[in-house]
């Protein structure tokens, strides 16, 4: 004697055979009727790929700048920059160097400290021009913001205590303006000062970083000493054709923690100090991980929505399975009253009518999954969008269509099985 | 002679617009294995509704019925379709097969429903084609059948579980009269084999090979023949 379930399983096995047949017969009709869902589970599948490629690209970016940075930067304050404004006119805002003491000294768990001057400064070598982003930055910069070196060295302490005019450019800087030349070694004028290329990185390709990346594909990186020493700490700015002067010791500050658990309560503490040191708020903080936290956020949003849209498109598929049940358990009257007289049990018949239903459903959703995988290379091949089609969402897919088959294939089944047999059998 | 079938002061009545209308009305009969029955009457008079109720498809409204000895009043609806399963065999009229299905797969549906291992279904439902002389039609849609194939396959299909009851609702309505009476040689070959065949016809010429004719008047038996 087989146990009670193999015996079920068996018989499920022939209905849904049945099920399968009773689809090729009504080919055009089925095929229709599984339309609903092949869209619903295709939309699933393609919505899910690119809401989880944009998540993907999205921490992608933001994990390159680091999770366990925070970036304050010097910013003008609002009024100040609405001030009347005259060549005389000195504004004085931003992070100081007294800022960067007092964090080097005070912050818990701090790892690195990376102090940024910066300047668009016009590059020359040769009567070759380029305007690049002057950094005047520490050696630590180069441990925070890891680029493979291309050539020579990277910044050491040592030009720094020496204020040595030495600069390593990033690989576009190098080909723009020594395209014929090994570019170590070379002196390139910029700013009125000669500074010796020690080295060459390869930036962040432009995208790539993001916006918020920390290094840009023009960068030239001189020691934070040079920089104060040939630059000063006043800038002149033009700004609609008149020129503001201002003076700003240090542009932005980097500080990587020694783990992210630690990165909101210092960002916090750090709220708390520049309120008090900055009360004109002069300086913004920017944290990547806080941002990561709201692309999630937005993420689990998009997805709900999304997820709303399939599951609507879902229900009208389901809701024409359910429909073309019905009728075919009209249709099928006679048959069902045949099956009865011959000794079927209701159960039995219902059975029948949810294998079906399941045959429909889940051939929908097969064929929707493939569409579903198609979609998602088309969007890919066609906008450029990251997708990212992952087994699980697959598998959600298929168990959604399984789920529809057998929440709409239910009530078909039991008016099937309800039928009065001699009333079924003289059904014309 | 034991019982076979026992129905005892059964009564059914119908609810229709015009009200209730008696179908049955305190029969009783007693049929033992081996006869075979022929129940006559004009139309309305109650054959079909007798024919369901001693086939389990419908329950008495008082009265009793028992077969070998154990009341079905109180049987559920599993119950009865297992009863109809296992001991009861229903030929019709218009033969009511299933047209999807083929020769073999309709005669094979009871042993489906049986939970019957495939290949023992396929073996019995062959031999039982042969039986009733469609060996070469095992793969014909009952479509691609004449009406005396058709019902050869229904009689095959009523054999299937080897039912101790063959029910027959006028099995030679819809044939001509050579076909219909090479179905009837069919099946009064059954009551030798020990079942009991209770057929409704019009035909008195085909009742009077029945061991037993049953005539019934709005619901009562009006003469009985043996």
């Known amino acids: 004697m087989r146990p009670w379930f193999a015996v079920s399983l068996i018989a499920f096995g022939r209905d849904l055979r049945l099920g399968l047949a009773q689809l090729r017969l009504h080919g055009l009709r089925s095929l229709l009727t599984m339309l609903g869902m092949v869209f619903g589970v295709a939309s699933v599948v393609a919505m899910l790929a690119v809401g989880q490629g944009a998540a993907h690209e999205a921490l992608e970016q933001i994990r390159q700048f680091g999770s366990e940075v925070l970036v304050a930067e010097s910013v003008k304050e609002v009024a100040q920059e609405k001030k009347r404004q005259s060549a005389s006119f000195l504004s004085v805002y931003g992070l100081t160097y007294a800022d960067a003491d007092r964090l080097r000294h005070n912050l818990p768990h701090l790892l690195r400290l990376v102090p940024v001057k910066q300047q668009r400064e016009q590059a020359q070598k040769d009567g070759r021009l380029l305007e690049v982003r002057l950094v005047g930055t520490t050696p630590d910069w180069f441990d925070l913001v890891p680029r493979p070196l291309l050539a020579g060295r990277t910044l050491r302490p040592l030009d720094e205590q020496y204020r040595k005019p030495v600069a390593v450019v990033t690989e576009e800087v190098a080909r723009q303006l020594l395209p014929l030349q090994m570019p170590v070694g070379q002196r390139l004028r910029i700013g009125g000062n000669y500074y010796e290329v020690v080295g060459v990185l390869r930036s962040s390709a432009a995208g790539q970083g993001g916006a918020r990346a920390p290094d840009q594909p023009r960068d030239v990186y001189i020691p934070l000493a040079s920089f104060r020493q040939n630059l000063g700490d006043v800038y002149l700015r033009r700004v609609a054709g008149t020129s503001v002067r201002e003076r700003v010791e240090l542009h932005q500050l980097l500080l990587q923690m020694d783990s992210e658990q630690v990165v909101e309560a210092t960002a916090a503490a750090l709220d708390g100090l520049f309120r008090r040191f900055h009360r004109r708020q002069d300086v913004v903080l920017h944290v990547p991980l806080t941002l990561l936290r709201q692309a999630e956020q937005t993420q689990r949003t998009f997805n709900l929505v999304l997820g709303a849209i399939a599951g609507i498109s879902l229900l009208v598929g389901g809701i024409g399975i359910m429909n073309i049940m019905l009728a075919s358990v009209t249709e099928r009257t006679r048959e069902i009253g045949i099956r009865r007289a011959i000794g079927a049990r209701r159960r039995q018949i219902a059975r029948q009518f949810l294998a079906e239903t399941l045959v429909l459903s889940g051939c929908g959703g097969l064929l929707g999954l493939l569409l579903g995988l198609l979609l998602p290379w088309l969007i890919s091949r066609l906008t450029g969008l990251t997708t990212l089609v992952t087994p699980a969402s697959l598998l959600l897919a298929l168990a959604i269509s399984m789920a529809v088959g057998l929440v709409f294939g239910l009530y078909p089944a039991l008016r099937a099985a309800r039928l009065d047999p001699i009333v079924a059998l003289r059904h014309e | ?226």
């Open chain 2, 1 to 226: 002679m034991t019982a076979l079938l026992q129905l005892r002061r059964a009564c059914r009545s119908y609810r229709t617009h015009a009200g209730a209308v008696a179908a049955l009305v305190d029969i009783d009969l007693t049929i033992a294995a081996g006869q075979s029955w022929a129940v006559m009457g004009a139309s309305g008079s109650g054959k079909s509704t007798l024919l369901n109720i001693l086939g389990a498809l419908d329950r008495l409204d008082s009265g009793s019925y028992e077969l070998d000895g154990v009341p079905l009043t109180r049987l559920d609806d599993d119950a009865l379709s297992d009863l109809r399963l296992r001991r009861f065999g229903f030929i019709f009229q218009s033969f009511h097969l299933i047209a999807q299905l083929d020769v073999l797969e309709n005669i094979a549906l009871p042993l489906f429903y049986r939970q019957t291992a495939p290949d023992l279904a396929r073996q019995r439902a062959c031999q039982l084609a042969d039986q009733v002389g469609l060996a070469d039609r095992l793969h014909h849609r009952p479509a691609q059948l004449s009406g005396g194939q058709q019902q050869r396959v229904a009689i095959a299909r009523a054999l299937a579980n080897d039912p101790a009851v063959i029910l027959a609702d006028e099995p030679t309505g819809n044939l001509d009269s050579a076909t219909g009476e090479q179905i009837m040689d069919l099946l009064l070959a059954l009551p030798p084999q020990g079942k009991a065949l209770i057929m409704v016809t019009h035909n008195e010429a085909l009742a009077r090979h029945c061991s037993h004719r049953l005539w019934l008047k709005d619901g009562r038996v009006a003469r009985l023949e043996s």
